[in-house]
């Protein structure tokens, strides 16, 4: 969904358990009543810090308290899979606001968890992907693939013979930020229809499963 001032933020967070909210790093939130989550000496989030914070919000709240993870995509693996049970049930009153520039870095369980918001006013969508113009040609050749040219394309992805599991995260990554951003633009179901099988694609390549048969399966 897009949103048209940041001062709008704490209001659509309030109706949110989880809220994704895709800013530039330069733009400055300000939500009241929030415990803010951000990297501490470290380049990322670490799941000490989760789990303190974890430890105040499993109080019961009196009134509305938000959570703020910015940049968001600094989360540790470790931390965002502590996370995962509360963004998908955060408790009364609890508003978990995740803030980042780039989406497609956020594992695709904190995705699925979470509802998405881009500022209409800003560069957001309009902006590059963080990835290689390889990367990219290959993530939008997966998006519009029919099943007959799947498995050709499944071949360009995982012809490296170093990093294949690497590179087909970014190609698979790239495509998930594709079409979040080109459905909110067109507003087309068909694109927001294909987000479950990449979620669910490169869920299965992050955990370690066969690259190849995660594509094919998830995809076809």
């Known amino acids: 969904m897009f949103f048209d001032n940041v001062d709008e933020i704490p209001a659509i967070a309030k109706k949110c358990g989880t809220s994704i909210f895709v800013l530039p790093d330069d733009v400055e939130v300000k939500i009241p009543h929030s415990i803010n989550l951000s990297p501490d000496t470290k380049t990322v989030i670490t799941i000490e ?3 303190e914070v974890l430890g105040l919000v499993n109080i019961k709240q009196t009134g509305d308290r938000f959570i703020v993870v910015r940049p968001a995509e600094t989360l ?3 931390a965002a899979n502590a996370f995962l049970k509360n963004l998908e049930e955060p408790g009364e009153k609890v508003h978990f606001v995740l803030i980042t520039k780039d989406p497609s870095s ?3 369980t904190i ?3 979470a509802q998405m918001f881009f500022l209409k006013s800003g560069s957001v969508l309009s902006s ?3 990835c290689d113009d390889k990367v990219r040609d290959l993530a939008k050749e997966l998006m519009v693939a029919k099943p007959s040219d799947l498995v050709d394309i499944v071949d360009k992805i995982t012809k490296k013979k170093d990093g294949v599991r690497n590179n087909a995260l970014s190609v698979v990554g790239a495509a998930i930020e594709m079409l979040y951003k080109t459905y909110f633009l067109t507003e087309k179901d068909v694109f927001l229809s294909k987000l479950p099988k990449f979620l669910a694609a490169y869920d299965g ?3 370690n499963g066969h ?3 995660q594509l094919i399966a998830n995809l076809c």
């Open 76 to 78: 540790g693996d470790a």
């Open 211 to 213: 690259v190849k048969l």
């Open 111 to 113: 995705l699925s968890r």
């Open 128 to 130: 590059k992907l963080s």
């Open 205 to 207: 390549i992050y955990r």
């Open 49 to 51: 810090q989760v789990r």
């Open 106 to 108: 956020l594992l695709p």
